[in-house]
């Protein structure tokens, strides 16, 4: 029997954002690649910086516009992280069943998802706009946002593995609907 794990809002949002996400890494690691004395590719740069406005909009306008009551639901659970459910990281490798829709791991991935996007935007930011602040201040913020960036290809790759190898959960966050 089939049913809907993943309504048209929640996923609208989570591939939105995804997309978003991979093309900032991507431009983001051509842009650390490129030598710094050749000032970069201005091009690369520019796609940086102009989907770096969608990439906060658009997860904004779906979370505050959206009558998915499915999202809705999803991210408050995915909030919800209780203290017993530490339990469950040292049965990890024993693959325990849960009874809520999300496991334990998925909701640590969601916060620290969202703290690197919040550290990400913020430090982004300062970058952007290095007139407005000291050479040190923009030096640091430089070093904040290539220190975030490291750690979320370290997250996203984790979860793209894990993802691919329970087959039957990308079926539900692309079609909607899995197996029970
Ligand atoms: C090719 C890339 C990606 C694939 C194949 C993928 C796959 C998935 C799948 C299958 C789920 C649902 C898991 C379930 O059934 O509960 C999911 C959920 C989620 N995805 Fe992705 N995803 C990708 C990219 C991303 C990116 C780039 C981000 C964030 C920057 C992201 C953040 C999340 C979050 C926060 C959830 C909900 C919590 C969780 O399940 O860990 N995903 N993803
Ligand atoms: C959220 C909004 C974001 C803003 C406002 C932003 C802004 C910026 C700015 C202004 C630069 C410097 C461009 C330059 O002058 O050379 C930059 C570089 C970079 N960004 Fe972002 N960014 C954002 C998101 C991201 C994300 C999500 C990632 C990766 C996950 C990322 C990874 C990088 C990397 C790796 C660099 C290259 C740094 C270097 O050359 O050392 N950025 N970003």
Same mark, same amino acid.
């Given at each position: 029997?089939?049913?809907?794990?993943f309504?048209?809002?929640?996923?609208?949002?989570?591939?939105?954002?995804?997309?978003?996400?991979?093309?900032?890494?991507?431009?983001?690691?051509?842009?650390?690649?490129?030598?710094?004395?050749?000032?970069?590719?201005?091009?690369?740069?520019?796609?940086?910086?102009?989907?770096?406005?969608?990439?906060?909009?658009i997860p904004?306008?779906?979370?505050?516009?959206?009558?998915?009551?499915?999202?809705?639901?999803?991210?408050?659970?995915?909030m919800?992280?209780?203290?017993?459910?530490?339990?469950?990281?040292?049965?990890?490798?024993?693959?325990?069943?849960?009874?809520?829709?999300?496991?334990?791991?998925?909701k640590?991935?969601?916060?620290?998802? *969202? !703290? %690197? &996007?919040? +550290?990400?935007? #913020?430090?982004?930011?300062?970058?952007?706009?290095?007139?407005?602040?000291? /050479?040190?201040?923009?030096?640091?913020?430089?070093?904040?946002?290539?220190?975030?960036?490291?750690?979320? *290809? !370290? %997250? &996203?790759? +984790?979860?793209? #593995?894990?993802?691919?190898?329970?087959?039957?959960?990308?079926?539900?966050? /692309?079609?909607?609907?899995?197996?029970?």
């Open positions: 029997m089939k049913i809907i794990r309504d048209p809002g929640a996923r609208v949002l989570h591939w939105s954002h995804a997309i978003l996400f991979l093309w900032l890494l991507l431009t983001g690691i051509h842009m650390f690649l490129t030598p710094k004395s050749l000032l970069g590719d201005p091009l690369i740069k520019m796609l940086h910086l102009y989907a770096s406005i969608p990439f906060i909009l904004g306008a779906l979370y505050l516009f959206s009558h998915s009551i499915y999202m809705r639901n999803d991210i408050r659970e995915l919800s992280f209780k203290s017993y459910e530490m339990k469950w990281f040292f049965e990890f490798l024993k693959n325990t069943r849960v009874n809520t829709k999300f496991n334990p791991g998925q640590v991935n969601f916060f620290v998802t *969202l !703290l %690197l &996007i919040i +550290g990400l935007f #913020l430090s982004g930011s300062v970058v952007w706009m290095k007139s407005l602040f000291s /050479v040190d201040f923009v030096e640091l913020n430089f070093m904040v946002h290539d220190f975030l960036a490291e750690i979320s *290809l !370290l %997250l &996203i790759s +984790g979860h793209i #593995l894990l993802s691919l190898y329970h087959s039957e959960s990308i079926r539900g966050i /692309v079609y909607g609907k899995v197996e029970v």
